[in-house]
């Protein structure tokens, strides 16, 4: 892990940022720059921001429903990824949703997204199945669950 960098809950006042890091990172899959920042006003959505010395660096959203909570999106800026941001982004996104009572966690990931699910699977989330056409863009996704 980087020295310097913590992790707190985000905020309105984030709007900016997840916006720019969603279109940066996500934009290939569809609008998520549009949608995601709305989900920081929104109390079903949980979210945790990776802050650096000079400014945020990574972001998790938490969508949370009766005992099942569905990650919606986890981001690191391209120039800090592959650091442990996302994985301490992933670490204490598990143990907020444990304490929000949440008893499994689900989410989707590009089926050609690799890195990604390399790390889901380091936390602990397994493969449920694949969907076709998943995202806006026409890409595949496979789901993923994870028991806490
Ligand atoms: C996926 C993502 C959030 C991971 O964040 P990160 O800070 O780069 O990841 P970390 O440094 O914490 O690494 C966690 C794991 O990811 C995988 N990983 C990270 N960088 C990788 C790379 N360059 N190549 C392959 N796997 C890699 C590894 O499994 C790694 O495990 P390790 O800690 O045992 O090495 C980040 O790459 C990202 O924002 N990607 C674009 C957005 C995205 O795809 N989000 C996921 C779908 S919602």
């Known amino acids: 892990m980087m020295e310097g960098a913590g992790i707190r809950n ?6 900016e940022f ?6 940066q990172v996500f934009s ?32 998790c959203m938490l969508s949370i429903g009766d005992g ?5 999106a986890v981001a690191v800026d391209p120039l800090q990824q592959s650091r442990g941001i996302g994985r301490q982004l992933m670490e204490a996104m598990v143990e907020d949703a444990r304490e929000l009572g949440i008893r499994v966690l689900v989410l989707k990931t590009a089926t050609r997204n690799l890195c990604a ?3 889901f699977r380091t936390i602990g989330f397994e493969e449920t199945g694949r969907v076709a056409g998943y995202y806006s863009s026409g890409q595949a996704a496979i789901g993923m669950r994870m028991r806490l």
Do not use: K
């Open 68 to 72: 099942v909570g569905e990650v919606v």
């Open 18 to 23: 997840v916006a720019d890091l969603a279109r």
């Open 117 to 119: 699910q390399g790390l």
């Open 28 to 59: 290939t899959y569809g609008e998520y720059d549009r949608i995601l920042p709305d989900c920081l006003d929104d109390p079903q959505f949980h979210t945790l921001v990776s802050e650096l010395g000079d400014g945020p660096a990574g972001f």
């Open 10 to 15: 985000g905020a309105p006042a984030d709007r």
